[in-house]
């Protein structure tokens, strides 16, 4: 199972960015996805997650800015970034929560990262 991320880049200060996150390969079932971020020199942070059912839960500093959503049909999580800040600036990772098979235990996987460039 892979997952490639894609839609970083360098933006100013109150743009937009749209994030996207495939998983390919054999997959029975894909519960929670999520996106994280890491800044330099600090720890990696959930930004905002979606279940299965498409309930989301938003980090306190991008509630009202950042959308999570989903396309389970093809595997993918998406992150719409409006009104951009230079804080957001990191490397954004995508997370998903699969099971194989019906006889594996659910996993965690991650994309490759993303890096997100917000100038002042």
């Known amino acids: 199972v892979q997952l490639q991320a894609s839609g970083g880049g360098l933006v100013q200060a109150w743009e937009s960015l749209r994030l996207s996150c495939a998983a390919s390969?054999?997959?029975?079932?894909?519960?929670?996805m999520a996106w994280y971020r890491q800044a330099p020199g600090s720890q990696r942070d959930l930004v905002a997650s979606i279940a299965s059912g498409g309930s989301t839960n938003y980090a306190e500093s991008v509630k009202g800015r950042f959308t999570i959503s989903r396309d389970n049909a093809k595997n993918t999580v998406y992150l719409q970034m409006n009104s951009l800040k230079p804080e957001d600036t990191a490397v954004y990772y995508c997370n998903a929560v699969i099971t194989l098979s019906r006889f594996s235990p659910r996993a965690h996987y991650w994309g490759q990262g993303t890096l997100v460039t917000v100038s002042s």
């Open positions: 390969g054999t997959i029975f079932s894909i519960d929670s």
